[in-house]
C-alpha cells in the first residue's frame, strides 16, 4: 500500500511542471505604475489591458484611427477630450508564464548517471523552462499642464479614464480600423 501511494506521489511530482513567474490577468484594464507592472516602463501611471489581438494590431489600430501615416505612432498621439489638449504613448508589453519541467531535467539526470556520463548531456532536447505569452497593452497620458494625467492627484483623471475605457473597446471590437474614420 505504501508503495502504490509513493509511486503516485513520485508520478505526480516528476511530471508536474512547477510555475515560476505566472503573468497577470487582468479582466478588463487596471490603473498602476509602470514600474510596478514591467521593468523598463517608466514611473508614471498607466492604462493597462489584456491584447488579446495579433502583434501590432494596437500599432495599426492606433496609426489608422489618428490618421498618423505611420509617423510618430508610439509617442505624443494627439486627443482632446471636453476641449483639452492631451497626448498619449502607449507600449505593447510582453509578460510570458514560466513554468519548470521536472520530468525531462530527472531522466536526463537519471540517464547520465547510468551511462557514466560526466558532462551535462541532454537526452530531451530543449531546456525544461516551458514559456507561454502573454500580451499587455500600456497607455501613458500627459498633457501641456499635467505630466501624468493617470495619477490619482491628476484633475483629469477620470474623463482621460473615460476615454481611455471607450478607446479599448473600440479597439478590441473593430477589425477593420478603416471603420474608425467614419464613426467619430
Given at each position: 500500500m505504501t508503495r502504490t501511494i509513493i509511486?503516485?506521489?513520485?508520478?505526480?511530482?516528476f511530471?508536474?511542471?512547477?510555475?515560476?513567474?505566472?503573468?497577470?490577468?487582468?479582466q478588463d484594464y487596471k490603473v498602476m505604475k509602470g514600474?510596478?507592472?514591467?521593468?523598463?516602463?517608466?514611473k508614471r501611471y498607466f492604462f493597462i489591458f489584456e491584447d488579446p489581438k495579433e502583434a501590432n494590431q494596437f500599432y495599426n489600430y492606433v496609426n489608422t484611427?489618428?490618421?498618423?501615416?505611420?509617423?510618430?505612432?508610439?509617442?505624443?498621439?494627439p486627443f482632446k477630450v471636453d476641449g483639452e489638449q492631451f497626448f498619449f504613448a502607449f507600449y505593447e508589453v510582453n509578460i510570458p508564464n514560466k513554468?519548470?519541467?521536472?520530468?525531462?531535467?530527472?531522466?536526463?539526470?537519471?540517464?547520465?548517471?547510468?551511462?557514466?556520463?560526466?558532462?551535462?548531456?541532454?537526452f530531451i532536447s530543449?531546456?525544461?523552462?516551458?514559456?507561454?505569452?502573454?500580451?499587455?497593452?500600456?497607455?501613458?497620458?500627459?498633457?501641456?499642464?499635467?505630466?501624468?494625467?493617470?495619477n490619482p492627484n491628476s484633475l483629469s483623471k477620470e474623463y482621460v479614464l473615460t476615454y481611455l475605457r471607450y478607446l479599448k473597446k473600440e479597439y478590441?471590437?473593430?477589425?477593420?480600423?478603416?471603420?474608425?474614420?467614419f464613426k467619430n
Open positions: 509511486a503516485i506521489t513520485a508520478f505526480f511530482l511530471s508536474s511542471c512547477v510555475p515560476v513567474r505566472i503573468a497577470p490577468s487582468i514600474r510596478r507592472f514591467k521593468k523598463g516602463l517608466s484611427k489618428f490618421e498618423l501615416q505611420h509617423q510618430n505612432v508610439y509617442d505624443d498621439i513554468t519548470l519541467n521536472f520530468g525531462p531535467a530527472i531522466f536526463n539526470s537519471v540517464v547520465s548517471s547510468a551511462l557514466n556520463y560526466d558532462d551535462e548531456h541532454e530543449g531546456n525544461h523552462v516551458t514559456r507561454n505569452e502573454n500580451w499587455y497593452v500600456a497607455l501613458e497620458v500627459y498633457s501641456d499642464l499635467e505630466k501624468d494625467c493617470l478590441l471590437t473593430t477589425h477593420n480600423y478603416n471603420e474608425t474614420l
